[in-house]
């Protein structure tokens, strides 16, 4: 069974700056498409970023372009976050999920770490 484990959350202020990243466990995850999601107190999980298993195709949801890069290194079966301009907006649990296919939809997502948190300061 893959395992994720998410980390590098934490608190900084509006304006700073934080990297996430997503280790695999137990199996490659080479050949998977990976994403990060974000889950806010009382709002329904959002999707963020995604990335195809070679890294040549990236997805990331309007609310962040611009400012979140994803991307993965696939030798250390990890993938990435890195995170600017941080918003108060963007305080969340921050997920990391393996597909089969590339998407921002998180019903196709069937592995799952258990989230980090980040908290932006204003």
């Known amino acids: 069974q893959v395992q994720l484990v998410e980390s590098g959350g934490g608190l900084v202020q509006a304006g700073g700056s934080l990297r996430l990243s997503c280790a695999a466990s137990?199996?490659?995850?080479?050949?998977?498409?990976m994403g990060w999601f974000r889950q806010a107190p009382g709002k329904e999980r959002e999707s963020v970023a995604a990335?195809?298993?070679?890294?040549?195709?990236?997805y990331r949801a309007e609310s962040v372009r611009g400012r979140f890069t994803i991307s993965r290194d696939n030798a250390k079966n990890t993938v990435y976050l890195q995170m600017t301009s941080l918003k108060p907006e963007d305080t969340a649990v921050y997920y990391c999920?393996?597909?089969?296919?590339?998407?921002?939809?998180?019903?196709?997502?069937?592995?799952w770490g258990q989230g980090t948190q980040v908290t932006v300061s204003s």
């Open positions: 999920g393996a597909a089969r296919s590339l998407s921002l939809d998180a019903a196709v997502y069937d592995i």
């Open positions: 990335i195809t298993w070679s890294g040549l195709r990236t």
């Open positions: 137990e199996v490659t995850v080479s050949t998977y498409a």
